[in-house]
């Protein structure tokens, strides 16, 4: 048995069999060829086996789940006879003498733009089923290992790092835990982890490529992983799951009740999530709404920029869903450690204070009205909110509530329905906190955004995991932050919640709520233990 140690993101326990996550490197030469009848050859050697293989995908999905899910990889193989499609890898080969590398990214990177330019959903949404299908192809070019055995049996990943754009993009039901060597407690992938209810051990300094295909423990209350653990380990923390399994489903009893203390005091507790495929824990967790919709994720998901039409189905899905109860949607936060390619921002010395949230909203604004559009059509389906990151003047919040002005003019005079839009901005700068009251003028409701206010109060870069030993998530000036903007926020007529990982502490649970905290949005995990806590609270004591 070996052991690995490092820091835990969740106290839960998952076993299982480790794979190995490799983010793949294509470096594609853009050299030219003498001779393009070799590069013509190899593609089609490619296409051929990948054609196969997804044949073969087809066959083993109708047996395990049916012919509706296995549809897709027949489209995936009918894909690689389109004539359209090959005649435009073919002539970049041939006309332009490049390898069939080079013509395979370019020419499905062309059909993939191709579909997400079009109005309708359906076909959107094939854009990423080209570019995956292209992925395939130079998988085989590249002689990666493309056997898709064992790819769907739940495992334990083991990676060096993992960005918010891959974490994004994992399968959830086939991930039981995560690993790896770099990270910190406090990014945007440890907050996945916890969103997503795996457990995730981060910093783990002994990681090994010899550990794929075993089998492990992660034991995230221990904050160790156990690899070919022993039988009575095995049976020992079995029995511990079983026990969280069993304290997990008690308190399903708490669905349905109020979040209201012993003494009478009621509060919300909504959950954050990162897209529409986040309502099923939503719903089987019973949050009375969302108070945090990372709409970045939308774009992180996407293959190339989501469009006005795209957006807004992703927003209706969840506000229908939801309705009547609210949802919070925050305007594209990217930036810092969520980068996308295909926003092309320049690579910064201080990226946490950088180019990001509202200040790249502000400058690219077809960018913003696109975003701002959707949600505005979206209001119409049900009780919707739009909340601005990164803020850290009144300026920026006029500047955003007038362009959502220009959008609803648009939208009006093109007689498109609009419903009610609540207007509220994130206060996760300390500017924003020593001008809350000004703030609290423009606005109906603060979010704290206590991530990034502890970062920026505490000067600790939440990206750096060096620094989690200096990171005092309690620290009193947070603290007072908060106490300022609540009341602050309550001068005003504004409702004041808190959306960061603190929301959710459930040490803190009393303190908030002496605060005078209106709504605390966690993920949707910790929706029923957050009420159980409320629950148990007297404040008049
Ligand atoms: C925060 O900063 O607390 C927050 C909720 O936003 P994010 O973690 O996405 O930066
Ligand atoms: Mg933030």
């Known amino acids: 048995m070996q052991v690995g140690t490092g820091t835990s993101v969740l106290n839960r326990i998952a076993i299982g069999k480790i794979r190995i996550f490799k983010p793949k490197e294509y470096n594609i030469s853009e050299e030219t060829v003498a001779d393009p009848i070799p590069e013509l050859d190899r593609f089609e050697k490619a296409r051929v ?16 789940a049916g012919e509706e899910t296995a549809a897709i990889f027949e489209f995936h193989a009918d894909m690689l006879d389109d004539d359209d499609l090959l005649d435009s890898v073919k002539s970049i080969i041939v006309e332009q003498n490049h390898t069939a590398e ?7 990177a062309n059909m993939a733009q191709m579909f997400s330019d079009m109005d309708d959903p359906y076909f959107q949404a094939r854009s990423a089923d080209v570019l995956d299908v292209g992925n395939s192809m130079l998988d085989v070019l590249f002689g990666y290992d493309t056997k898709a055995d064992d790819k769907d049996e739940p495992c334990i990943l083991v990676a060096e790092d993992l960005a918010p754009s891959e974490t994004v993009k994992l399968d959830k039901s086939l991930l039981l835990g995560m690993i790896t060597r770099e990270g910190s407690t406090n990014s945007h992938t440890a907050i996945l982890a916890r969103s997503m209810n795996v457990p995730a051990l981060i910093q783990c300094k002994q990681i090994d490529e010899s550990w794929d295909g075993k089998t492990a423990i992660l034991d995230g209350y221990n904050a160790c992983v156990y690899v070919d653990p022993t039988e009575d380990l095995l049976k020992s923390l079995k029995e511990k799951q079983a026990e969280d399994i069993r304290k997990e489903s008690l308190l399903l009893d708490l669905k349905g009740k109020s979040n209201t203390t012993i003494d009478g005091k009621t509060i919300k507790v909504y959950a954050n999530i990162g897209g529409p495929d986040d309502m099923g824990a939503v719903q ?3 949050a009375e709404g969302i108070g945090l919709f990372r709409s970045e994720f939308v774009y992180l998901n996407s293959p190339s920029d989501p469009s006005e039409e795209t957006q807004f189905q992703a927003y209706k899905r969840v506000v229908e869903t939801m309705a009547p109860k609210l949802v919070v949607i925050r305007t594209c936060d990217i930036g810092a450690d969520k980068t996308i390619d295909y926003m092309k921002l320049a690579q ?3 990226p946490a204070l950088g180019y990001r949230a509202v200040r790249i909203c502000l400058t690219r604004k077809d960018f913003f009205k696109r975003q701002l559009r959707a949600i505005l059509r979206a209001s119409a389906f049900g009780n919707l909110a739009v909340m601005f990151p990164m803020i850290t003047s009144v300026r920026e919040v006029r500047e955003c ?3 959502l002005n220009e959008c609803r003019r648009e939208l009006e005079n093109e007689g498109v329905k609009i419903g009610k ?3 509220g901005i994130m206060i996760e700068t300390p500017a924003a906190v020593m001008c809350a009251d ?3 003028e423009e606005v109906e409701f603060f979010s704290l955004g206590t991530n990034d206010l502890t970062q920026y109060t505490c000067a600790i870069d939440r990206q750096n995991a060096m620094l989690d030993p200096f990171m005092d998530t309690h620290h009193p000036a947070v603290l007072k932050e908060i106490q300022m903007t609540i009341e602050a926020g309550h001068r005003h007529g504004c409702w004041v919640g808190i959306c960061g990982e603190l929301g959710a502490d459930l040490t803190l649970t009393e303190t908030f709520l002496r605060m005078g905290v209106d709504e605390l949005s966690v993920n949707a995990s910790s929706v029923l233990p957050l009420r159980k806590q409320i629950r148990s609270i007297d404040l008049s004591k």
């Open 348 to 350: 910064e010395e201080n």
């Open 284 to 286: 089987a967790n019973d």
């Open 421 to 423: 839009l609540q207007v």
């Open 438 to 440: 000004e703030l609290a």
């Open 401 to 403: 509530k007038e362009i």
């Open 49 to 64: 086996k990948v054609q196969e293989e997804q044949r073969e995908l087809y066959d083993k999905a109708v047996i395990a």
């Open 102 to 108: 080079y013509a395979v990214r370019q020419g499905f």
